[in-house]
């Protein structure tokens, strides 16, 4: 798969201080993918929109 037109961010539930950050690009056709700030080249989740936002949807009526 072809990710070098991914849009990374930083997840805005990543802490400040260096912590447990992730990063999201979700601007790819068909596809979210997720990966570590802090291990940038330690591989990349990748998510079906749906299932992302279902991910999402989920952990967010956790809290």
Do not use: Y
Not at 23 to 47: C, H, I, M, P, Q
Not at 52 to 63: I, L, N, P, T
């Amino acid at each position: 798969m072809d990710v070098t037109g991914a849009l990374w961010r930083k997840s805005t539930k990543s802490g400040n201080n260096g912590g447990s950050c992730v990063e999201v690009a979700d601007n790819l056709s068909g596809v979210v993918l997720v990966r570590d700030t802090k291990d940038r080249d330690g591989g990349t989740l990748t998510f079906a929109p749906q299932a992302w936002r279902d991910f999402v949807g989920f952990a967010r009526a956790q809290h």
